[in-house]
């Protein structure tokens, strides 16, 4: 299957948002639609922090999403590039386009100079992580977080 990767458009709300659903679903989670309305105007904001790209195929259907942001490091004169999500339609997974969104989110973090790109999955995830194992190297890094109320 053919897959290119461009930015988000405005355009691309009704679709981002049906792909958006099916992520949260994957990981059942549940946002409230202002946290939505919110990453969505982040994502399309002018010199936004976040930024977004997405999966199209030949026939011009959008079949994926990624969301990444570009920040600076302590580790580093130059900048780091966190992907932080990545969703695939499921009936076109395995096809190319969750590399191909990947590449995209690769592509411009070396436009921004970037030196690392990183990103963490769940543990369960093992078809993301079976990509993620042919496209970066696992760290030895264990997570730790707090939720802050």
Partial sequence: M?????PLEANDRQRWEELWAGYLSFYEAELPQETTDHTWQM???????????????????????THYLIHPSTWTQTSYCYLEDLFVAPEVRGLGAGRALIGGVEAAARAEGSCRLYLVTQEFNG???GLYDKTMTLAPFVPYRKLLD
């Fill in 127 to 129: 078809t993301a992580r």
């Fill in 2 to 6: 053919s897959v290119s990767v461009r």
């Fill in 43 to 65: 994502l399309l904001a002018p010199q936004a922090s976040h930024n977004g790209l997405v999966g199209v195929d030949s026939d011009g259907r959008i079949i994926g999403f």
